[in-house]
């Protein structure tokens, strides 16, 4: 990381909650379902799906945690009478991971049973290194009642190779992206180039088994690498699809929309949007400049 980008990340809890909000609106669909209702169909009419993620991690109280769960069926409820095209993606701490094992495992597969009743999906989103048995163990133990069901995997963890291998055999589908947590070197690759080169192996391995690749990426190198495999592969468009943030390489999703690539925008709302937003600020320093921006325009936000 630059000096530039350094000092942006160290003085970014000074930054007035306000600024933080704006910078965030970009990324976040709003506090309420009908913000991300809003949002979907717009994404929808763009020719893009769309993966809702109602937004917090780390609950401590069971209520907490069911209150989630009571959210993500009225998503589902959503998504159906307005006939959007969209699934969800769901945080296995926001569910109670941290409290309870099984606890969490319930929580989930009420909400897999849910999607089902739907013919809708379940995505659960990989966090930190301290949740990855238990999520896989998640994901292996209700995958056999619930197809569908994915889970996602990071090209940084120096383990995915092995995770990849002991993928169920048939219907499973992963969403492939580098990670977003900062690691121990023992565990992961810290390298730009190691990073990246453990996902285009990730993704032949994935390729090879038969899996479902959702591939999300903006990194342009590593799209025209999986472009490529796609190719080589003979891939037919239902076999795989692209995955985006919400209001991260805007003109790239047009892109490959353009070309014929299916791709989902990632849709996270919820009134929990200032602890993520502020994560997300310091892991990426282009978001930091973002924060600059803002500042420098102003309270009228120009
Ligand atoms: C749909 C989706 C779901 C994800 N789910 C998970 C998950 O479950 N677990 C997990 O650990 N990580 C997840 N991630 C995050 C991912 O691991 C990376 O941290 C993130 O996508 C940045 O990596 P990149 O491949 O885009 O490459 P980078 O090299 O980091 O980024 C390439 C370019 O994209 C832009 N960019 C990338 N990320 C951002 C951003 N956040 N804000 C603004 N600009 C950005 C920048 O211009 C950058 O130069 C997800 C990412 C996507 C797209």
């Not at 990340?9 to 909000?21: E, F, N, S």
């Not at 120096?158 to 947590?181: E, F, H, M, N």
């Not at 080589?232 to 003109?251: I, P, W």
Request: aromatic share 6%; net charge positive.
């Amino acid at each position: 990381m630059s000096l530039v980008n350094r000092l942006l990340v160290t003085g970014l809890p000074a930054v007035p909650k306000p600024i933080v909000r704006r910078v965030a609106s970009r990324y976040v669909a709003g506090e309420t379902l009908a913000d991300a209702v809003r949002v979907v169909r717009s994404l929808n009419e763009q020719g893009a799906m769309g993966t809702i993620d109602v937004l917090g991690e780390e609950v401590k109280e069971r209520e907490k945690a069911m209150a989630a769960v009571e959210e993500y069926l009225r998503v589902f409820d959503a998504i159906d009478r307005e006939r959007l095209d969209s699934n969800v993606s769901i945080k296995l701490t926001l569910l109670g991971l941290k409290i309870d094992e099984s606890f969490c495992r319930d929580n989930v597969e009420r909400i897999v049973a849910k999607a089902g009743e739907y013919g809708n999906f379940v995505r659960i989103d990989m966090e930190d290194h301290t949740t990855t048995d238990a999520t896989l163990r998640i994901y292996h133990d209700l995958f056999p009642r619930h197809g569908n069901l994915g889970v996602v995997l990071q090209s940084y963890m120096r383990r995915t190779l092995g995770d990849i291998a002991a993928l169920p055999q048939q219907g499973a589908s992963v969403r492939l992206c580098k990670g977003i947590y900062v690691e121990p070197r023992a565990l992961a690759w810290k390298e730009y180039d190691s990073v990246r080169a453990n996902f285009v192996v990730a993704l032949e391995k994935l390729l090879d088994q038969g899996v479902y690749p959702a591939i999300a990426t903006h990194d342009e190198y590593l799209v025209c690498r999986a472009v490529g495999l796609i190719d080589k592969h003979g891939l037919r468009r239902e076999r795989y699809e692209f995955q985006m943030l919400l209001g991260v390489a805007e003109e790239m999703r047009r892109i490959l929309i353009a070309a014929g690539h299916r791709l989902r925008v990632y849709v996270p709302y919820g009134r929990d949007w200032y602890p993520s937003s502020m994560r997300r600020l310091r892991e990426n320093p282009e978001v930091a400049r973002d924060v600059l921006r803002a500042m420098l325009a102003g309270p009228s936000g120009r």
